[in-house]
């Protein structure tokens, strides 16, 4: 249902390919930076929708309402998808760079990347709370959100004081913390993004200038490697891991070498062995998001 | 006096994100959002730049409508009228979506950004008061809209567009001037009319807060500029140039303003130092939004270029900052800013001295406390949208007073007005079609110069 609204309220682009078959899900995947006639693809049956829907970042799916954050620096740009419905736009003045959203106890949550905070919005576009990090501006680049045993983390790119205080600084800066106390509760990933914790307590954060995912499950500690990629975006479902891989190629500041991908892929992950059954490649560079919407 | 929380109705062509965050435009959401905060009930209608749709934004609804023509461009009055037809639309556009609005909701005051005709149907309908704030400028987007059509060179094109601005204005309650423009008081409206200034945040522009950048202790210059044409990139070049001879660790940040790409700015860094422009920091100016408070306070002063388009908040946020600058002369005039005592224009805007008196102002602090004490009053007296509000809040219940006493008397004198500028529309389009005909057929040419030819002929025969 919420797949056919999209498909009638967004102009879209059909592409057809056999590398689309055998994957079982229903899929959104998010791309930023993109060209006025992208944004936003749906895997579905074989066929990949390209929406006209430019700069998108996080998604989150409450029901079958589909939020979708859009990257503008000079504020926040929030859209809702829900089918027969008028499609809402909530903006805000006050926060910027959005690159994450989600929905928790019924408050709506973003990641105001650009003011450098976790802020609770209303449905008005008010600012209710908010949890800046130190530092002014986009200083730590916090950038993806999750809830791990009712605990709201973040990754960050690191504790910066100043506006890109980040930049040339990532290596082993990243670090995933409690929003609300500013905790450190895991440290050295390069550029982190993407935390997720399974139903047995199992975290995964895409460590992506490190070029995989970390995988952490009590004593055990795997990084799930995927080199000359960035990787960002994962849906964990059933048997499988969807990880969202960006081509380094198109990064600016960023020296490619001869494993790197020439445009992003999505990569197919066996959760038990962590095995790559499959990689699809995408016509864009880059990937944000993955969201499973089965509907 | 009102004691409900106000429901104000509040029409301007150009609110932001859509159209860039500078203008008139910037001027209503700081008034906007100061209402919403003393518990108002507002509802913006604007414009769009992209998606017309009913949005949410900071608590207030924003109705964007559709005001760009969508009939055909070979039409005669898209070739004859083009200017007028555009502010036409606008007019339709907000005129549309004020009625449906009123449709949910019983406003007690509309309060217009007139430009064209905009408030001239929340007038007619007379169910609240109407009070119109004209500005000094149109805004950006729609000079460069009405700029790239061009002038017809019709009379009667004017004649539309100023005969409902008259009628419009003439039609409110009240007016409020920002920015010092010329209004005409013929009406005898003279006594109504309020005047404001541009306002801002000042608590967010303040010379206290954090600082946005580490510059490493090195006294720092901003430069707010274009930077893409060839004419800004070799006088920025020149003038950061001459400075660094005086000044060798000068922290350099541009803040540039038509960069719209995506490039990083390592890339923008690069491409800079191969024009001659070594920047320690370069920023494009949708980044550097929520970061302007944080990147004047960083700087010791400033130099603002090319800053039409971004009037008069690219002069107003450092001087709330408490930071002197040197500004590029013939961009805009300063008729916003009833002192100017505390800028530097140098008339001859020549890089030696613009150089030399951004390097006084690097040097001299005694110089810089001076001005940023001055700035900073002036500006807390003028352009504190706080102390604006009230103003205008003020005048709100005003007009809601007088519009309780007064309506009947004003319906009659609108109306009045009405009959007379219709007046002047039928013979202006009389004149028109003459001309219009005169330009296009050649049959109606020769049967001019025909009639002229026997007149004449007549006359001399008598």
Redesign the interface.
Known sequence: MLTEFLKSTIPCEVLESTEYEGIDDTLLISIPNSGEKDGLVLLEKGKAYCFSLPGCSGLWLEGNKLYVSVMSASCMNLLIYEPGKPVQTIISSKLGDIHDVRIIDDQLYVVSTGTNEVAIVDMTGRVRESWPMHGYGDSCHINCLDVWDGRLVATAFGKFTTYRGYKGRTQGSGILYDVKTRETLFDGYSAPHTPRRDENGAVYVCDSRGEGVSYHNKDEKKMISFPGTFPRGMEIIKDKIYVGLSSLRHRADTKDGDECIPSAQLAVVDRKTFATLKRVSLPQAEIYDVLAVNN | MHKEPLKVCMITPHF??DFG?YGPGRDA?ELA?ELYQRGCQVEVIACAEK?V??????????IRTDWRSHGSNSSLVANSLPQARVLMNLNLSSWQAFLKASETTDFDIVDVAEFSAESLVASIMSDCPVVARVYDNPPAFLSRELDLIGDSGFKFEKLISSTLRSLSANSTTAVTTIGNPKVNTENGKGEQIHRSNYSLNTADFSPEG?????TKGRPALLIHTSIESDKYKSLVSEIVTAVKKEIPDLWLTIVAHDIYS??????MKAALAQSGIQCDMVI?H??S???MP?LWRNSVCGLVLDWKSLAPYAVLEPLSCGKPIVIESNCSNLDFLSNNEFLHQPADFTVGAVAAKLVELLKDEQLRTKLATEARKYILANHCRKSNADRIVKNYQDAIEEFKTSRRKQKIERMQNVILQGRSITKGLDQWLYDLLFVRSFRFRVSHWLKKFRNRETAGSK
Do not use: F
């Open positions: 932001p994100p965050w959401m959002e998606h749709a009913e949005t949410v934004q900071d608590g207030l609804k924003v954090p600082l946005a950048i580490d995506e490039s990083s700015e390592s890339e494009n949708m980044m939004r929520l970061l944080g």
